[in-house]
């Protein structure tokens, strides 16, 4: 890296700061998007996407990683699993201890249901306690569920289910007193309105936030419930299948003990998968701003007992990674820094597109502006473009920073760079799965009875692309609504004989597809060697 | 070759590049780790880390994911630590200050030697934050232990045996949920909508036509 470039650049950065800082950028129009989407936004990029030859979306494209994966041999071989002794029997069974696991877990307890969650690793490791920004809702008077529809309809590309936009919408003011109930803070005035900002693709202010650790707020107080509610926790502890009745429904899954390895029966009388996202699976080599454990496993396993996935092809890249140091490269700097006033800027120090486009439109500017425009900064391990981070106390006072977004401001600090002071790097990191399991309104998989899934696990509830402080939202929303519906449903359910037979039925449509792979599926958990010449090639995976 | 540096991993020697972070050595060095790795950007407290460097007495604390190595680093994790939790229904407790004496009475043994505080990760005064738990004054607990990400280092270095972040954790509920102020405006939302009062507005949203949505979304007003 040219340590000299950069500061010059800085400079220039520096020297436009109060111009920049006090001009209202242009907004694109809906054609100038559409173009730059198609252009430069990875989702368009169909060459790093690959049909599925087998399973319930056979014949349409998905990202070639997340193909491999879903194509792939199982953990298990169904024969050796005894599945005439269950380790665990229970009304409900949650897979995954997000917040969305946490919330289904604490609503199916309430109404009664005997519940057990099993997570890969511990209880709130999940995307969700990275969650920096905030989390939408339509509380203030010049506000409406209306609003919040048609502004995540449109930021969604209009391509939203209806359904379960409605539901989102409808239900995130209680979603908010629902936290504010459980004991979860969120940023007020003394007067107890709640302080609300922007995100990228929001018309009105609908932003509320608990500083800039409103995801690790959220999920630490629902850890603390489904612990105070005395809810049987399952640590360390994987589903690498679900397993089905002989008639087809849900009906528990099969564990994997991630230190010991044991196999463990898990059989329930309904399912829920809140097993998160997939950034971990890197799609076209990008880093990632998700949690280790985030490696679309609930895709997986979905898919063998034949649940639909919906818009699987879309992703999110979240414009503004960590692109320096190096040492943080691709981890998340909130969309808030952004809605508090910091603005893109290019080496030559232009601002070149509205800070609060939405997410896909800025990530697809960045990279066009350190493309084809050239005018990226080099970074040492690639390219970024400056967010100009000192805008924000030239904006708001001084102190801000440190009252709004003080995680940022540590992050940085722990390599020597002031934000209130110096811009920051940033480039787009792989940060959300627009797509996932197809869902009914209640959360249940239309075609496997008695299966439920909710959080980022589901498709189909933003469209094509996701506003900042939705996803928060509906891991809430649908959490709860699908803890609610599997506990209900528990109550009439009968399961039959347990059986792992689709897993050797998906086993052989590969094969008449042609299929030959070494790779096994769910991943669990990435390995990363850091360029060691000695484990590179090994093919070592966990 | 790139600059390295000498690191010791419970002990074994391992050369890695200088440039990464304790958890990258680590998975350089050829671990795979299940434990000690959570959210690799410093918001879960999965990978605390001891470490002391050679030749050095102190005794330092990290996040693995958020420390660069340093050469004839000590490294040992503690990916976990029995932090004592206790159970109750936030229901049926009150901000009292028994409710501390009733629930974490052993806060109230502290002996200020302030090893909680030089121990934080974050950087926060929890000496300080359990000093305000002690004296009932919850919201002044919550705000100075609002960065906690509850790594448990504090506990593992405190000789009264107290469990700070769930002690803070409770101050945080006990604000969040009694001590703020409430949102008048967040009440009578929640209450309109259970009444239908925006059901027929939002049902005829979704019934329009897609280039009638398009139209309304190019063109809706955006509040400055």
Redesign the interface.
Known sequence: MDREEMKESMAAVEARRKENAEAEPRRMSAEEKEALLAAYHPDYKRSMFTPLAVGPNKGESVPKELAALLQANSRIDPEKVNLSVPDFDDDVLVIGGGGAGASAAIEAKRAGARVRLVTKLRLGDANTVMAEGGIQAADKPNDSPAIHYLDAFGGGHFAAKPELLYRLVSEAPEAIQWLSDLGVEFDKAPDGTMITTHGGGTSRKRMHAAKDYSGAEIMRTLRDEVLNLEIPVVDFTAAVELILDEEGRAAGAVLLNMETKELLVARAKTVILATGGAGRLHYQGFPTSNHYGATADGLILGYRVGARLLYPDTLQYHPTGAAFPEQILGALVTEKVRSLGAKLVNREGEVFVHPLETRDVCAAAIIRECGERKKGIATGSGEGVWLDTPMIELKNGEGTVEKRIPAMLRMFAKYGIDIRKEPILVYPTLHYQNGGLDISPDGSCPNVENLYAAGEAVGGIHGRNRLMGNSLLDIIVFGRGAGKAAAEKARTATPGKLTLAHVKRFDEERKAAGIETNEVSPRLLPTYTHGNPRLEGQGKAF | MENTVNIYLYGKKYEV?A???VM?AM????Y????G????????G?CATIYRIKGERELKVCLAC???VENDMYIATLPFFPLV?Q????EKISPEEQIMMQLYPEIYACIGCNACTKACT??LNVMQYIAYAQRGEYEKC?EAS??C??CGVCSARCPAGISHPQVA?LC??????YL????????D??RE?RNGD?EE??RG??GKP?EE??E???N????K
């Open positions: 590049p440039s990464l972070t990258g998975e350089y060095a050829g795979q780790l299940v434990r790795c959570g959210c690799r950007n410093g918001f879960c999965a958020q420390t660069k939790k159970v109750y229904d936030i974050q950087g919550a609002f960065d990400v509850m954790l945080r509920r006990l604000n969040g949920k703020a102020p409430k949102s008048r405006h967040l009440e939302r929640v909508i925006f507005l939002l949203l979704m897609l949505m398009k309304l979304y190019n809706r007003e955006i509040e």
